[in-house]
């Protein structure tokens, strides 16, 4: 059946092949050898509706994080009983700054979403979102372009979504590095020690040295931290001022080689210079605020009623595994409706990066060995079931084809003047990234080889009238 819908497979995978090197669309393999990403060949069909869907909460989901990063108190209360037993999270918050110094602020978000089948069609659930080296932006814009180009002479082509959040993230990155006013200060691309994705961040890098001047420098954590220094309020860093610190490592334990790689930290938190993610964003973005987020009281203290409704939709069950939580109509500690419904959870500890995550009759065990002490460190959250689709992708050069699930993530960017939190100078939707895996793989990684690079194409039925036109991500 699937060959009938894909004609001339062979020609295509020829052809995408050559384009996806040719434009760099590249990692490392388990060799060390340069390689294509896993890509589809085939767009994901989702109704219009879905997608505004989406991007309609962007501005909501950006304000929701920028207030929430600011709210100390409530950092330190939500964070603090998970401290006592993760050290990640006791370091993370110890960096906590008592009395940040004014400078403008930038978030670069991803903002994950399932899209669960319900009877009205694809409906977006929030799996989580990242604040901390939010990527594949370049790669989703260059997936994009593959699929608008291997479909250049079908309504298909017609009818893919165009994104461009490789580009957007770069226009951002120079509006935020253009407030710090030196136009010899650096952006540093922060990285964790044998970083891999590093096409997707040369990508990012080069636009901003090659389109824009900006000067910009890589350097791992420790180097930042036993090389910059601070003088005057500003970081400097091998003989020039820092405008930014764009992290695209420091949310996993391992990154933290040493103490220095702390310090790197700390500078950045203490300076002048912006920090992608600061430590505030990076403590927001962690799974137990992600959690009581979904209490419609904690909610409304950050949005407005109709926004936090609208937010609200896209959350499930999400708790604490001793926390009463509602769901399928039943009230319990979240630990007996996993124990009992073991496929319908997944268990979660504050980490991320992929790969943390229990399910099934991994996380029961997990749970019936967890000391009350480390209750705290850990979320259970419902399972999200979208509907499964058939995809064509192409794995190492090879065409594979069978049932995938997608995850919809969406590019957000919030940039602001110290103070002007109610006031953003950006608070946008950059676009979009689609990640499809086989029906059965529980991982999204791209990187790590579980999912692979998808790109959306709306249904014939809810096609929008026109290029740009009323296409939310078409700008
Ligand atoms: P990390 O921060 O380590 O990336 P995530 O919470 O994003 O962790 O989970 C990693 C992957 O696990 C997701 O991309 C998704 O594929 C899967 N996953 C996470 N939460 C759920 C859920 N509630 N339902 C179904 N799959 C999930
Ligand atoms: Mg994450």
Redesign the pocket.
């Known amino acids: 059946m699937l060959h009938s819908a894909l004609p001339g497979l062979a020609d295509r995978v020829r052809e995408a092949r050559e384009y996806a090197l040719s434009r760099g669309l590249l990692k490392y393999g388990a060799q060390g050898q340069v390689v294509h990403l896993p890509f589809t060949l085939t767009p994901w069909q989702a109704p219009e509706r879905f997608v505004q869907q989406v991007h309609s909460l962007a501005g909501s989901f950006n304000r929701l994080y920028a207030r929430v990063s600011h709210d100390h108190d409530f950092l330190r209360q939500t964070l603090e009983p998970a401290a006592r037993t993760d050290e990640f999270v006791s370091r993370m918050l110890a960096c906590l700054p008592e009395d940040p110094p004014g400078r403008p602020e930038l978030f670069l978000t991803r903002n994950d979403f399932m899209p669960l089948q319900t009877p009205e069609g694809p409906s977006p659930r929030q799996v989580?979102i990242?604040m901390i080296a939010a990527s594949l932006g370049p790669a989703s814009q260059k997936v994009n372009d593959l699929q608008r180009f291997l479909y250049r002479e079908e309504d298909l082509g017609k009818r893919i979504l165009p994104t461009r959040p490789g580009d957007e993230q770069v226009r951002v990155l120079v509006q935020a590095w253009k407030l710090f006013g030196d136009p010899q200060a650096r952006i540093l691309f922060v990285l964790p020690p044998g970083e891999k994705g590093v096409f997707d961040q040369l990508t990012l890098a080069s636009a901003l040295v090659l389109e824009h001047g900006v000067p910009m420098l890589r350097c791992t954590m420790e180097e930042l931290g036993r090389e910059g220094g601070i003088r005057g309020g500003d970081l400097w860093f091998r003989g020039r001022r820092v405008a930014m610190g764009y992290f695209r490592g420091g949310?996993a334990p391992a990154h933290y080689e040493g103490e220095a790689s702390w310090n790197a930290r700390r500078l950045l938190e203490a300076s002048t210079a912006i920090s992608v993610p600061s430590i505030p964003a990076q403590l927001a973005?962690m799974k137990m605020v992600q959690g009581r987020l979904t209490s419609a009281e904690v909610l409304r203290r950050y949005l407005p009623d109709s926004e936090a409704e609208a937010v609200a939709a896209t959350f499930v069950a999400m708790a604490s595994p001793s926390e009463e939580v509602t769901w399928n109509g039943q009230r319990a500690p979240a630990r007996e409706l996993a124990l009992a419904f073991p496929e319908d959870w997944v268990l979660k500890p504050q980490r991320?990066?992929g790969g943390n995550n229990l399910y099934g009759q991994d996380m029961v065990h997990r749970l019936e060995a967890m000391r009350p002490a480390e209750d705290p460190a850990f979320i259970l959250m419902e399972y999200i079931r979208p509907a499964a689709f058939h995809s064509v992708r192409l794995v190492e050069n090879e065409p594979v084809e069978g049932l995938c699930l997608t995850e919809f993530g969406t590019f957000g960017a919030f940039l602001m003047e110290p103070g002007g939190l109610e006031r953003p100078l950006v608070d946008e939707d950059l676009g979009y990234l689609l990640r499809t895996k086989d029906h059965q793989s529980r991982e999204g990684l791209v990187i790590g080889g579980y999912a692979a690079l998808d790109v959306l194409a709306l249904e014939e039925s809810t096609r929008c009238p026109g290029p740009g036109e009323g296409n939310p991500s078409a700008r």
């Open positions: 989580e990242n949310y973005n991320e990066g």
